[in-house]
């Protein structure tokens, strides 16, 4: 079957992230996609056995009544080159359930808002990929607009199987709940989950600009694997979780970026890993809430990682109204420790099991940044030591060290802790670019370690523990070991 109309290629150009949704549907999946009618474009189809061909021209715009494939099945689409693009639009209320295997040379759109399974076993491999339930207007699609808009009704799309873009690929699930429980591959590409009931791409380099969700949904959810080796991912929703592996590692390239950002909450288990010759960068943030009762907040109980192995650490950011860290951060680096910053804008707690480091064995140590405007409070560990040592603030309202060790020493010379303030409370407290007040109460227990030592040559570094109001620090064990500078700021003598 052919069709001729009027023929217009999109110039949508993907940039890097990712999107997958999980929902029950006790349905089979019907034969290979049926019922093909040819909007735009040319597009012939070839049937045999039980594989089906669709030939089409860059741009083909496809009607579909069913688009479904059965594990025996295979559906490709033979397309002029990688760039090509082709939508297919279910427009009945049948789901789209892929047990088979889809392929194509080129970018292949699939729309239906009854819902798209990718199920266990089955298998994808294109160019790109777009798969969603929201409405992608065939004007926006012609003239390259990523605009998926409200569609009633619009249920999950879900990944089970293995989904696989070409090398600079794109590979993006979007709707109201996304989940991959399988495995999505684009190297030095770009994985997509994004859950919304309008979602838009941007055209950006920037992964954290990439996805403006204007109508929220539900969740973005990965128990699965994402690899998009030195690429970009991301994923976006009211609730972001992961309990799988995320990893945009670069063999011998820089890291990747990945980005996880929430209206309400960021639940981050299992692994999440930027790392590359030089590290890459990893985002988390979970949107400020004006209501006291649900804050945004970012759980953090898995590891992540943007280590250099032979140039500098990535950089690693957690941001929230409320953060709770419960497990470790490397930017370690060859050449230099990487940054880490955790800012709460309300409370930060790190536990025992909250081990942070900015290593780094040829060059300086990095910079590690918690601050919380209301109450930091910590046991968990942080590591700056190099050559020489790097930077550890600690900064919040009222800070409660239990058991922290801090560790800031280095070969050739001590590195900078500040916890609370400047030395004798002067103007100026800042981290990493971020204006800082002092602390109006500092307390710590006995099993605190803070150490800024030079090991071997060298002048030992600074320590300062500073409040305005209340310093209990008669507990706390500092190590002095070549340490120039220690001083424990008692409150400020009355006016």
Request: hydrophobic content about 40%; some cysteine.
């Amino acid at each position: 079957m052919r069709k001729n109309t009027r023929s217009k290629k999109p110039s949508f150009q993907f940039r890097p992230m990712c999107a997958a949704v999980l929902f029950a549907l006790s349905i089979n999946a019907s034969a290979n996609p049926n019922g093909g009618s040819v909007i735009n474009g040319n597009a012939s189809f070839n049937a045999v056995g039980n594989t089906l061909t669709v030939t089409n021209t860059p741009g083909a715009i496809i009607n579909w009544q069913g688009f479904s494939i059965n594990s025996n099945e295979i559906t490709h689409f033979a397309q002029q080159s990688a760039s090509s693009t082709v939508l297919n639009r279910v427009i009945t209320s049948n789901p789209s359930v892929i047990l088979g295997t889809l392929s194509s040379n080129g970018r292949v759109f699939l729309v239906n808002p009854g819902g798209i399974v990718f199920g266990a076993g089955s298998t994808v491999d294109v160019a790109g990929m777009v798969a969603t339930s929201l409405n992608l207007s065939d004007a926006d699609f012609l003239a390259g607009r990523g605009n998926f808009t409200l569609t009633p009704g619009a249920q999950a799309v879900s990944n089970a199987g293995n989904i696989t873009a070409q090398s600079g690929g794109e590979i993006y699930l979007i709707a109201p709940k996304v989940e991959n429980s399988g495995v999505i591959t684009a190297p030095n590409g770009e994985i997509l989950l994004a859950a919304g009931h309008e979602v838009q791409l941007v055209n950006t380099l920037d992964p954290n600009l990439r996805v403006n969700i204007t109508a929220p949904a539900g969740d973005a959810t990965n128990v699965g694997q994402l690899v998009a080796s030195a690429g970009r991912l991301g994923l976006f929703g009211t609730v972001v979780k992961n309990t799988g592996s995320v990893s945009a590692n670069g063999a011998t390239l820089q890291g990747g970026k990945i980005v996880f950002r929430a209206s309400q909450r960021v639940e981050l288990g299992g692994t999440v890993s930027a790392n590359g010759s030089s590290g890459g960068s990893v985002n988390i943030a979970a949107s400020h809430s004006t209501d006291m009762g649900a804050p945004g907040s970012v759980v953090h109980t898995g590891s992540i990682h943007a280590r250099g192995t032979t140039g500098a650490g990535g950089a690693v950011n957690l941001s929230g109204d409320s953060i709770l860290s419960s497990a470790g951060i490397s930017t370690d680096g060859a050449t230099a420790g990487g940054q880490i910053s955790v800012q709460a804008s309300n409370r930060a707690i790190s536990t025992t099991s909250a081990h942070y480091s900015a290593n780094s064995n040829q060059g300086q140590g990095g910079d590690i940044l918690v601050a919380a405007t209301v109450s930091n409070y910590t046991s968990g560990s942080y590591s700056a030591t190099g050559l020489t040592g790097g930077n550890l603030t600690l900064a919040g309202d009222e800070i409660k060290l239990a058991g922290t060790q801090l560790d800031a020493s280095g070969t050739n010379g001590g590195g900078n802790i500040h916890i609370g303030g400047l030395m004798h409370g002067a103007l100026g407290f800042s981290a990493q670019g971020v204006s800082l007040a002092n602390s109006a109460n500092v307390l710590s227990n006995s099993s605190t370690s803070i150490k800024a030592d030079a090991l071997q040559n060298g002048a030992g570094g600074e320590v300062v523990l500073w409040s305005d109001q209340v310093c209990d620090l008669q507990a706390t064990s500092v190590q002095k070991v070549v340490c120039k500078v220690v001083t424990a700021a008692m409150p400020k003598s009355p006016v």
